[in-house]
């Protein structure tokens, strides 16, 4: 198992801010591949961000490009998410999870095969 624990989440209003942290544990995290991803009530689950955690680089989904932003600091084994300028159809439960093949940043779920428990995140209007 790779536990992976998720922290950062609550409630905010339209135009706010969030950080959502996602803290590894065990001795992967140099050779990870680093995913949110999030689900809102009754709809799919969507993907983010990612991150690829030997070079940093990152991929981030259209529908947050310019508001989100995916880094790390891995020193302490730790993705971190920052969502700016919340709308309330951001709101949902977002999970962190990981990819361990060494691939580069994606969001194919399939291939994530390590999750958190999740994190609930609601923006009001």
């Known amino acids: 198992q790779v536990p992976l624990v998720e922290s950062g989440g609550g409630s905010v209003q339209a135009g706010g801010s969030l950080r959502l942290s996602c803290v590894f544990s065990?001795?992967?995290?140099?050779?990870?591949?680093v995913g949110w991803f999030r689900q809102a009530p009754g709809k799919e689950r969507e993907g983010v961000a990612s991150?690829?955690?030997?070079?940093?680089?990152?991929y981030i989904a259209s529908s947050v490009r310019g508001r989100f932003t995916i880094s790390q600091d891995k020193a302490a084994n730790t993705v971190y998410l920052q969502l700016n300028s919340l709308e309330p159809e951001d709101t949902a439960m977002y999970y962190c999870?990981?990819?361990?093949?060494?691939?580069?940043?994606?969001?194919?779920?399939?291939?994530?095969?390590?999750w958190g428990q999740g994190i609930l995140v609601t923006v009001s209007s």
């Open positions: 999870a990981t990819d361990l093949r060494g691939s580069w940043a994606h969001l194919d779920p399939k291939y994530f095969g390590y």
């Open positions: 065990g001795n992967t995290y140099s050779r990870a591949c």
């Open positions: 991150i690829y955690t030997p070079d940093g680089g990152t």
